[in-house]
Nanobody, 125 residues
Framework: QVQLVESGGGLVQTGGSLRLSCAASGRTFWKSAMAWFRQAPGEERVFVAGISWNGGITPYADSVKGRFTISRDNAKNTVYLQMNSLKPEDTAVYHC??????????????????WGPGTQVTVSS
């Protein structure tokens, strides 16, 4: 099993930056594909970014390309999401997710077996 805990959320002004972290426990982290999803109030949970077990594949949602960067440190069992040039529409609860399935449909939330409780990101205008 994998347990996930996100941190690093907060309140930031438009144009600002935040770095989210997702700390994982469990022996299978190193071979898990990881992803970040976000969910705004009244909306569905949507894919933001993903990263393969070795970091070689990093898909992004079109809405965050060029602004967000996903990375991982397998020695620390941690995945990161660097968010720059934040916009009010980025406001949401951000969740990290893990799966050992392969191949993976990155954007499908049902592909992921483990989820963190989420961290709130609020971008003020």
């Amino acid at each position: 099993q994998v347990q996930l805990v996100e941190s690093g959320g907060g309140l930031v002004q438009t144009g600002g930056s935040l770095r989210l972290s997702c700390a994982a426990s469990g022996r299978t982290f190193w071979k898990s594909a990881m992803a970040w999803f976000r969910q705004a109030p009244g909306e569905e949970r949507v894919f933001v970014a993903g990263i393969s077990w070795n970091g070689g594949i990093t898909p992004y949602a079109d809405s965050v390309k060029g602004r967000f960067t996903i990375s991982r440190d397998n020695a620390k069992n941690t995945v990161y999401l660097q968010m720059n040039s934040l916009k009010p529409e980025d406001t949401a609860v951000y969740h990290c997710a893990a799966t050992t399935r392969s191949p993976i449909n990155w954007g499908g939330s049902t592909e992921y077996d483990y989820w963190g409780p989420g961290t709130q990101v609020t971008v003020s205008s």
